[in-house]
Antibody, heavy 120, light 105 residues
Framework: QVQLVESGGGVVQPGRSLRLSCTASGFTFSSHAMHWVRQAPGKGLEWVTF????????YYADSVKGRFTISRDNSKNTLYLQMNSLRPEDTALYYC?????????????WGQGTLVTVSS | EIVLTQSPATLSLSPGETVTLSCRASQSIGSYLAWYQQKPGQAPRLLMYDASNRATGIPARFSGSGSGTDFTLTISSLEPEDFAVYYC?????????FGPGTKVD
C-alpha cells in the first residue's frame, strides 16, 4: 500500500534552515507529482508547494516563495523541502502528499507529518 | 490568489441528521474543488474531488456538488465517525488554496 513518511522536523531558530524529507513506498514514485502541505498548531491547512513527477516544474505559495525549495530524488523515492530563512510563522506540521493518479491537486495520499518549530 | 470561504465555521449536530457544508470561491474555479475530512491527530482524508467525485472508499452518504464559485458537501445521516473538520481546496490555478474549515461537532 502507499506509504509516505516524513522526517527532518525539529526546533530551529528564526533565520536558520531545515530540510525535510518524505520517503515514499508502495507506488511508482517517479510517475507521480507531489505536494507539501502544512498546518500550524490548532489552525487550518495551507498548501505549500508542488513538484511534477520529473522535477521539471515547481510551484509555491506566496508565503514561502523565495525561501523554500521543493525537490525530489526519484532514484531514492524521496521528496525534499529545503526551508531557508525560517520565520516563527513557519511553525507547523508539514505533510507530504500525493495526487489522485492522472490529476493534479487532488491529494489522495498523505503522510503523518513532521513538526517544525521555529523559535529562539 | 483564490480565496475560499467556508460556512458555517461550526455546526452542532446529532447522529442521523443531514448536513450541508458550503464553500465559496472568490472567482470561478470550474469544478476544480476537493473536500477533505480531518480528525484530531490525523492527516486529512480526501472525500470528494472535482466537486462531485467520491474518492476511493468514501461512503455514499457523502456527496458533493457545485461549479463556478459555489460548492456544497452533503453528508446524509451523520454517523458518529463523521464528526470532524471539513476543508475545501481548489486546484484551478496556482497557488492552490484551502478554505478555513467547518467543524462538525
Amino acid at each position: 500500500q502507499v506509504q509516505l513518511v516524513e522526517s527532518g522536523g525539529g526546533v530551529v531558530q528564526p533565520g536558520r534552515s531545515l530540510r525535510l524529507s518524505c520517503t515514499a513506498s508502495g507506488f511508482t514514485f517517479s510517475s507521480h507529482a507531489m505536494h507539501w502541505v502544512r498546518q500550524a498548531p490548532g489552525k487550518g491547512l495551507e498548501w505549500v508547494t508542488f513538484i511534477t513527477f520529473d522535477g521539471r516544474d515547481t510551484y509555491y505559495a506566496d508565503s514561502v516563495k523565495g525561501r523554500f525549495t521543493i525537490s525530489r530524488d526519484n532514484s531514492k523515492n524521496t521528496l525534499y523541502l529545503q526551508m531557508n530563512s525560517l520565520r516563527p510563522e513557519d511553525t507547523a506540521l508539514y505533510y507530504c502528499a500525493r495526487d489522485v493518479g492522472g490529476t493534479r491537486g487532488n491529494l489522495l495520499y498523505w503522510g503523518q507529518g513532521t513538526l517544525v518549530t521555529v523559535s529562539s | 490568489e483564490i480565496v475560499l470561504t467556508q460556512s458555517p465555521a461550526t455546526l452542532s449536530l446529532s447522529p442521523g441528521e443531514t448536513v450541508t457544508l458550503s464553500c465559496r470561491a472568490s472567482q470561478s474555479i470550474g469544478s476544480y474543488l476537493a473536500w477533505y475530512q480531518q480528525k484530531p491527530g490525523q492527516a486529512p482524508r480526501l472525500l470528494m474531488y472535482d466537486a462531485s467525485n467520491r474518492a476511493t472508499g468514501i461512503p455514499a452518504r457523502f456527496s458533493g456538488s457545485g461549479s463556478g464559485t459555489d460548492f456544497t458537501l452533503t453528508i446524509s445521516s451523520l454517523e458518529p465517525e463523521d464528526f470532524a473538520v471539513y476543508y475545501c481546496q481548489h486546484r484551478s490555478n496556482w497557488p492552490f488554496t484551502f478554505g478555513p474549515g467547518t467543524k462538525v461537532d
